[in-house]
């Protein structure tokens, strides 16, 4: 079966940083397109940001210059680098699978982790 683990989530000060990572667990013949997205207590959930198979990325505005994504689409683990993070970034975050190929048992039976959770604090 095919899940979502993500890991690397905890509490940092304003300015620190932190490496969050989504294993997918199940066959190595599946490969997925993978997104990071958050949601702040109160708040409802945002993309935060995602890369296909070609290495395109795409970062929503408020975290462009401090977050990187990547994937190892070898291992189907995706990554976000969070440097110099601040108050607001502050929420759970989530790996999301955005499309997968493969045969018909690569499909999720959920497409979202269970999340980590970021907490920025001075």
């Known amino acids: 079966q095919v899940r979502l683990v993500e890991s690397g989530g905890g509490s940092v000060h304003p300015g620190g940083s932190l490496r969050l990572s989504c294993a997918v667990s199940?066959?190595?013949?599946?490969?997925?397109?993978m997104a990071w997205y958050r949601q702040a207590p109160g708040k409802e959930r945002e993309f935060v940001s995602k890369?296909?198979?070609?290495?395109?990325?795409t970062v929503t505005d408020s975290v462009k210059g401090r977050f990187t994504v990547s994937q190892d689409f070898t291992m189907n683990t995706l990554y976000l680098q969070m440097n110099s993070l601040k108050l607001e970034d502050t929420a759970m975050y989530y790996c999301?699978?955005?499309?997968?190929?493969?045969?018909?048992?690569?499909?999720?039976?959920?497409?979202w982790g269970r999340g980590t959770q970021v907490t920025v604090s001075s």
């Open positions: 199940g066959w190595t013949e599946c490969k997925y397109n």
């Open positions: 890369v296909d198979r070609y290495g395109t990325t």
């Open positions: 999301k699978i955005e499309a997968t190929f493969g045969p018909e048992r690569c499909q999720p039976v959920n497409s």
